[in-house]
Structures are given as C-alpha cells and as structure tokens.
C-alpha cells in the first residue's frame, strides 16, 4: 500500500485518551506500519495550539471546537466524523463509600460538604460545572476550597489527597485507577459533550483511515466500556 508513512499527528481531547492509547492507536499502527503522535488535552487548549500554528493530521475535540477550526480553514469539514457522547461524572476516594444523588440541591449539599472539590478551569466539564456554581448561587463557598486544575485528571487529586469529590466526563474519570466512580451528575446539572474528529485541509494519506478506525466496532466497544455514549440520531445525547 503506497501511503504516507511519516508519523500521524494526533491531537485528542482527554475524554477519548483511554481508547486511543489502549486500543485504537496500536491496532492503527499495527495494521498500517505507522507512528501515531499522540497528544492529550482540553479542546479549548488543542485549539489555542493549533491557532498558534501547531499542526494536527487528525483533531478529536468538542463537536464545537471542530466545527470551528473547520470553519477558519484549518480542518476539512467535510471529513468530520461523529466520535461519541459524554456525560459528566463524579467520583471519591476508594476509602470512601459512593453515593449517588439524583437531585440537583442533594448533590450541591454534599459538594458543599466536602473537604474539597476538583475540577478544571479548562475542559468542558469544569466550565460547564463552574457555570452551575454560579446558578445555583455557590461558587464561593465550594471555590473556597476547591481545588481547581488548569487541566489532566480530576481524579488524580483523590488519590494524592488534595480533594474528596472529583467532578470530570465520565471517561477521564475511568482513565485513573483506583478511585470510586460513583456516576453521572443529576439530570438537571449535566451537560453533554458531542465529539468529533476531522483531517487536516493538508491531509497526512492514512487520516481518513484513522477516522474511519475511530467508528470501528473494536472502537464502539472501547468506548462504551468507559462510559461513552455512541452517537445515534443524535436527537438525545442521553443513553436510553
């Protein structure tokens, strides 16, 4: 097969790092004799590197983010691809005893209580989580002692101790082990991230091939596995 056979150029949002790594990219590189560069961030960090001129062959972000970059020409829109669904989570230490909340103010209660709550300033969870603090009219109590990353794993703060509660998508949640994934955020505070992924406008030859790896059925299983919701209709993000 003549193909391009310099490194595929990867940049990911950390929701899909677990089956990237895991299982899509050495499947990839097993069957087509390529390196994948990898690279892991917030959508909204992925972008600002790629608007200050670092190349990606192939981006899995936010749905919006795609759309953006393919709007300003540095993405093929016409390549973009429906990744996945992802719910926001939470979870506690593993000394801790889970307990799922399905009210909103039940949920904020033991947010409140805890000795400290991680999020991020940068990934879509802990924007969308920093908007709800505001609506609900507790931000500075909660931010008072929270612990609030500017971007990697929530979770990892449970374990080193920083933080009690951990509040990320789902997946990110599942990509640290050892901690207690209690599950999704009550329906009224929850927030759903579409993902997608597009090629270059200057396209790497095995780009639309790992795109069309990203929706293979070893891909689907992964994904659902962690917590991922495969795109449907597409009218509801919400698993049935």
Known sequence: MDVNQTPLRVLSGLAL????LDSVN?????????????VFDPTTILMEH???????????????????????????????????TS???????????????????????????ARSVAY????ASGIHFSSVLERYGV??????????????FTAEALLDGRADLAIQQLSELAAVPGIRIVGPLPEELQSYARFAAAASTEPHGL??????????PDARRAYEAIGLHLPAAESDPRPS
């Open 17 to 20: 790092r677990t089956v990237l």
């Open 26 to 38: 050495p499947a990839f590189e097993a069957e087509y004799g390529v390196h994948i560069d990898a």
């Open 50 to 84: 790629i608007r200050a001129g670092e190349h990606a062959d192939v981006l899995i972000g936010t749905e919006s983010g795609v759309a953006a970059l393919a709007t300003e020409g540095v993405l093929d829109g016409s390549t973009t691809t429906a990744v996945a």
């Open 87 to 113: 719910s926001i989570g939470y979870a506690v230490p593993p000394s801790h005893t889970p307990q799922l909340f399905e009210d909103a103010d039940q949920f904020l209660d033991f947010a409140l209580a």
């Open 120 to 123: 991020t300033r940068t990934g």
């Open 139 to 152: 931000a500075a109590d909660l931010n008072a002692r929270a612990t609030v990353l500017d971007s990697g």
């Open 207 to 216: 780009a639309t091939r790992f795109l069309a790896a990203l929706c293979g």
